[in-house]
């Protein structure tokens, strides 16, 4: 009795977990929407058309708003709208360049000297500035669902996909510091040239673009109005545009507001309120189970009176069976077939048994075939199931002075019904 009690106890107690843990999961994360802000830092590789001057990447920030539509706990929609900065500063060496036919010219004499101007670029700096607003559609699957009965519903860890679009401008400056140089000789003639200056360029330009965001994101419900989570998002660019990066890592928050019907009691009001239900769970159940015992123990008098009951009926019966004198038993058979059939030949050995115990018998055998087909076929079928009849009997130990005819009529009684495919055994 008292491990049916504990074993009880434990019912309740996971029954009443779970009606409260889908309670929750019905009104926060099924048929609901909610709207959300986020933002971090983002990073990408392989800009194309750019690579070779954008080495030097820096995590740029990035922020976000969107919309969700949970369809049920394990599935969400949504639409993102976003704003990413990507940027790269590079410094380099570049080649010096020459310049054979340049002349230096004496102001005093007014002849020129012939010689060679050497163009050096001492430094290289380049900034490359990318924006991009982007807008996809997703859809993520809550993982967590894989135990959906747990009783930690407020945390969830979703894993989405997407296709979205962006439009992106991009502005890239160079600067360059470059230093001319050229010697002039000649006869009581000597000159250095020498000239720094600086030289700079820029374009702006922009490019649309497909991207595809793949996203991680493990989230807390606060309140049953208020998520909080972190996540981490690769949005890969399949299509082989310039000014566009292969692929962008982001990491950030989101903070979430749910539109729910009603503000879900706090985790503590929802402890004692689980346990109140669950001890009004437990004695209902413990007034059930008395009640089942009380009917199990009257079924069970019942039961014992019906046994005796049948007892007597059965005794009664095979008394009946014993003192009623067989007359008469069919062997049946399939339609074109002679062989007697198993379960057929444990109808026929009950026969012979009950036969036995009579005693002082004489039989009458009788093989017979429905009208289906033609008439010398049925005949030849009827002497057929006949002998194999006869051939049984006398196995089981029928004697041949015990069978007082055996006669095959084939369908002379004009008989297309299944009953008619038989050996009739009368007892005299």
Not at 103 to 120: A, F
Request: with cysteine; hydrophobic share 35%; charged share 25%.
């Amino acid at each position: 009795m008292r491990i049916k009690r504990l074993t009880l106890a434990v019912a309740v107690l996971a029954t009443a977990a779970t009606l409260q843990a889908q309670t929750y999961n019905d009104t926060v994360r099924t048929h609901t929407w909610s709207v959300y802000i986020q933002g971090g830092g983002t990073l990408y590789h392989g800009m194309r058309g750019m690579d070779e001057i954008a080495k030097r990447k820096h995590i740029m920030p990035f922020g976000g708003v969107g919309v969700k539509y949970n369809i049920k706990p394990w599935v969400r929609l949504g639409l993102n709208l976003e704003y990413d900065m990507l940027r790269s500063l590079d410094k380099g060496m570049l080649s010096t360049t020459t310049n054979r036919g340049y002349e230096i010219k004496d102001p005093s004499t007014g002849k020129t000297y012939p010689t060679t101007l050497e163009t050096k670029m001492d430094r290289f700096q380049n900034r490359y500035t990318m924006q991009y607003a982007m807008a996809d559609l997703n859809v993520d699957f809550n993982i967590m669902e894989f135990w959906h009965n747990r009783k930690a519903q407020q945390l969830n860890l979703w894993l989405g996909v997407g296709v979205g679009y962006l439009r992106g401008w991009s502005r890239n400056s160079t600067t360059f510091s470059c230093r001319e140089m050229a010697v002039a000789k000649g006869e009581g003639y000597y000159n250095v040239y020498t000239h720094n200056y600086m030289k700079s360029h820029a374009f702006n330009d922009h490019v649309d673009a497909m991207y595809i965001p793949t996203t991680l994101s493990l989230e807390y419900d606060l309140s049953s109005r208020w998520t909080a989570g972190v996540f981490g998002r690769y949005s890969c660019l399949p299509l082989n545009k310039d000014l566009t990066p292969k692929g962008m890592y982001s990491a950030g928050v989101v903070l979430r507001f749910n539109f729910v019907s009603k503000v879900m009691p706090s985790n503590k009001a929802r402890y004692y309120r689980a346990l109140s239900e669950q001890a009004e769970m437990k004695a209902a159940y413990e007034q059930q189970l008395q009640d089942k015992l009380r009917e199990n123990d009257s079924l069970a008098s019942q039961l014992s009176a019906s046994k005796k009951d049948n007892a007597e009926l059965k005794a009664m019966l095979d008394d009946c069976e014993k003192s009623k004198k067989l007359t008469s038993y069919d062997v049946y058979f399939t339609l074109n077939k002679s062989n007697i059939t198993t379960q057929e030949k444990i109808r026929l050995r009950n026969f012979i048994q009950r036969l036995k115990k009579q005693g002082n018998y004489k039989l009458t055998i009788i093989g017979e075939a429905s009208s289906d087909g033609p008439s010398s076929k049925n005949y030849k079928l009827s002497e057929e199931r006949l002998n194999n009849v006869v051939y049984y009997l006398k196995k089981q130990g029928i004697e041949d002075f015990s069978i007082k005819l055996e006669k095959a009529i084939g369908d002379s009684n004009d008989c297309p019904k299944e009953e008619c495919r038989r050996v009739q055994i009368t007892v005299e």
